[in-house]
């Protein structure tokens, strides 16, 4: 559960050069409705222009940045949101002895 000190986001390699991003570095994730923060993941199974966080986090969520849609029980959509990305820090020094492996892996 604590192998992340923040939650991470997944970005592609391409969308990460654009911001100035590398693994590790803190971002924040933000629109009209709220912001979070998180660690980037550079992943490169990533679709261009699509980022992928945890729903919910031991350690922070991405529910601060939802949309205006809502479902059946009014309970509003966090799982699909445009949401705008800076950086906000250089890695840390603990988050550069992490492993940022691919999450795609051949056995």
Do not use: H
């Amino acid at each position: 559960m604590d192998r992340w000190a923040v939650p991470y986001i997944q970005i592609n390699p391409e969308d990460a050069a654009e911001l100035g991003v590398g693994n590790g570095d803190l971002v924040e994730v933000y629109n009209g409705d709220g912001a979070t923060q998180a660690m980037a993941y550079i992943e490169p199974s990533a679709r261009r222009n699509e980022t992928f966080m945890l729903f919910g986090a031991p350690s922070g969520t991405q529910g601060n940045v939802v949309n205006a849609g809502v479902n059946e029980l009014i309970l509003p959509n966090f799982k699909q949101t445009w949401a705008d990305i800076r950086k906000i820090a250089d890695a840390s020094p603990s988050a550069k002895t992490q492993s940022f492996k691919s999450w795609e892996v051949e056995l």
